[in-house]
């Protein structure tokens, strides 16, 4: 396998790459969702067709060796944290604007209607 992942048969501009991780989508709406990854790549920051800027991370399941793709998007209803040794290696917050108060806001109120906490 190449270094360098391919979506669409285009070479992913890197700005990350790294081996065993966890990939972490901190949603607004559904909370803290974890993806154990074999390997993964972080793209540069770039615009998308409905966001001025989004990143995508492409990772590999451990199990399956099966290629997945992440995206955050400047929407601030999630952004996306890589953890290696339970380390945070790449937050997408450094590259793609999240309005954390907005955030906060959207996952309180759905927190509340699941009777979860925040």
Same mark, same amino acid.
């Given at each position: 396998?190449?270094?360098?992942?391919?979506?669409?048969?285009?070479?992913?501009?890197?700005?990350?790459? /790294?081996?065993?991780?966890?990939?972490?989508?901190? +949603?607004?709406?559904?909370?803290?969702?974890?993806? =154990?990854?074999?390997?993964?790549?972080? /793209?540069? =920051?770039? =615009?998308?067709?409905?966001? =001025?800027?989004?990143?995508?991370?492409?990772?590999?399941?451990? @199990?399956?060796?099966? @290629?997945?793709?992440?995206?955050?998007?400047?929407?601030?209803?999630?952004?996306?944290?890589?953890?290696?040794? /339970?380390?945070?290696?790449?937050?997408?917050?450094?590259?793609?604007? +999240?309005?954390?108060?907005?955030?906060?806001?959207?996952?309180?109120?759905? !927190?509340? @209607?699941? /009777?979860?906490? !925040?």
């Amino acid at each position: 396998m190449s270094d360098r992942p391919t979506a669409t048969g285009v070479e992913v501009d890197l700005q990350l790459a /790294g081996d065993h991780g966890v990939v972490v989508q901190h +949603c607004a709406v559904f909370g803290r969702l974890e993806t =154990p990854v074999g390997r993964y790549w972080v /793209g540069r =920051p770039r =615009p998308d067709a409905r966001h =001025p800027t989004s990143v995508a991370v492409v990772f590999l399941d451990p @199990r399956t060796a099966r @290629r997945a793709t992440v995206t955050a998007w400047t929407d601030s209803r999630r952004y996306l944290t890589i953890e290696t040794g /339970g380390r945070v290696v790449y937050d997408s917050r450094r590259d793609v604007t +999240c309005d954390m108060a907005a955030w906060t806001a959207t996952r309180r109120a759905h !927190a509340a @209607r699941e /009777g979860s906490p !925040a």
